[in-house]
């Protein structure tokens, strides 16, 4: 069993160095690392707006409030002159397709005009996060940034959490599979040693 070639295909990083976009979109999660790493692209000024999405997930119960608005107090706190007019946040949505379709609303609403972004997302979910933006947005040019990390600290912080990060690796797997079938996701083509790894996990 290789589930750090499973955990690697799933992160899905752009290669560096990134280029300057129009957004940073974090995505909700209890792995506060993604408003850090959000913070941190702003700093480089890789691009001049910020946005958070998600609400209250199963895993993110114990933050007290919305994923986007942990992020956003977290943001604050590394950062705590950051431009309020360059900061949103999307605090309803409750699944990965949400996250998209919520935060595109709320762009819309507010005269943003985003034409790529930065996306963040906890390592493992990274790949999903891309698919689903492909689909989504019918194709608006994005880069990857998940959190700098490697498998042995997730798993750290997953069982931190009272979680399996392992035990979740073939359902992303899955996911990639099945949802492109449900019109959720861009259809991405997994290589033969990822799947042969995700059925012997």
């Given at each position: 069993?290789?589930?750090?070639?499973?955990?690697?295909?799933?992160?899905?990083?752009?290669?560096?160095?990134?280029?300057?976009?129009?957004l940073i979109i974090g995505f909700g999660h209890f792995d506060l690392r993604i408003a850090r790493q959000c913070a941190d692209l702003w700093q480089r000024r890789l691009a001049p707006r910020v946005l958070f999405t998600g609400g209250v997930g199963a895993g993110?119960?114990?933050?007290?409030?919305?994923?986007?608005?942990?992020?956003?107090?977290?943001?604050?706190?590394?950062?705590?002159?950051?431009?309020?007019?360059?900061?949103?946040?999307?605090?309803?949505?409750?699944?990965t397709g949400e996250n998209v379709r919520f935060s595109l609303s709320l762009l819309q609403e507010a005269g943003w005009q985003i034409d790529s972004a930065i996306l963040v997302a906890t390592p493992f979910r990274q790949r999903r996060v891309n698919q689903t933006?492909?689909?989504?947005?019918?194709?608006?040019?994005?880069?990857?940034?998940p959190p700098p990390s490697d498998f042995s600290t997730d798993k750290a912080i997953?069982?931190?959490?009272?979680?399996?990060?392992?035990?979740?690796?073939?359902?992303?797997?899955?996911?990639?599979?099945?949802?492109?079938?449900?019109?959720?996701?861009?259809?991405?083509?997994?290589?033969?040693?990822?799947?042969?790894?995700?059925?012997?996990?």
């Open positions: 069993m290789k589930p750090d070639l499973v955990y690697s295909y799933l992160t899905a990083r752009s290669a560096p160095p990134l280029s300057a976009s129009a993110s119960a114990d933050l007290g409030m919305p994923e986007a608005e942990a992020f956003k107090q977290e943001l604050l706190r590394v950062i705590p002159d950051f431009p309020h007019d360059r900061l949103m946040t999307e605090p309803a949505s409750t699944n933006w492909s689909k989504v947005t019918a194709g608006i040019p994005f880069q990857s940034a997953f069982r931190a959490k009272g979680e399996d990060l392992i035990a979740q690796l073939p359902g992303e797997i899955e996911r990639l599979q099945s949802y492109p079938k449900r019109g959720w996701i861009e259809n991405v083509s997994i290589p033969t040693d990822v799947l042969r790894a995700a059925e012997n996990e």
